[in-house]
């Protein structure tokens, strides 16, 4: 079983910055993609931000240019930097893990969570 642990959340002031780490517990690149999600009071989890095998990067709108997913394959470890946060992304961050296993004909989906980290954004 597949192991994510993720760090770096607290409290921070409106505006500043943070950065989210993300360990798993074997080799990153065997996923075909890894990313960001989370998780407000009273709201659906969301996706903030995803990272392919081949290094292809995504983010929701509301992050668009104020947030970056990176990854160190060697250290086994993806990345979420934050930038110019909002009271609004007071949330639980969750890392998110996907890989496909088997033979071509059987392949099986799976997926791999970590418990989260809590960031709280003050005004």
């Known amino acids: 079983q597949v192991q994510l642990v993720e760090s770096g959340g607290g409290l921070v002031q409106s505006g500043g910055s943070l950065r989210l780490s993300c360990v798993a517990s074997?080799?990153?690149?065997?996923?075909?993609?890894m990313g960001w999600y989370r998780q407000a009071p009273g709201k659906q989890r969301e996706l903030v931000a995803v990272?392919?095998?081949?290094?292809?990067?995504d983010f929701a709108e509301f992050v668009k240019g104020r947030f970056t997913i990176s990854k160190d394959n060697a250290q086994n470890t993806l990345y979420l930097q934050m930038n110019s946060l909002k009271r609004e992304d007071t949330a639980n961050y969750y890392c998110?893990?996907?890989?496909?296993?088997?033979?071509?004909?059987?392949?099986?989906?799976?997926?791999?969570w970590g418990q989260g980290t809590q960031l709280t954004v003050s005004s």
């Open positions: 074997r080799r990153i690149l065997r996923f075909n993609r």
């Open positions: 990272v392919t095998s081949g290094g292809s990067t």
């Open positions: 998110y893990a996907y890989e496909e296993v088997g033979p071509l004909e059987r392949v099986v989906p799976r997926e791999y």
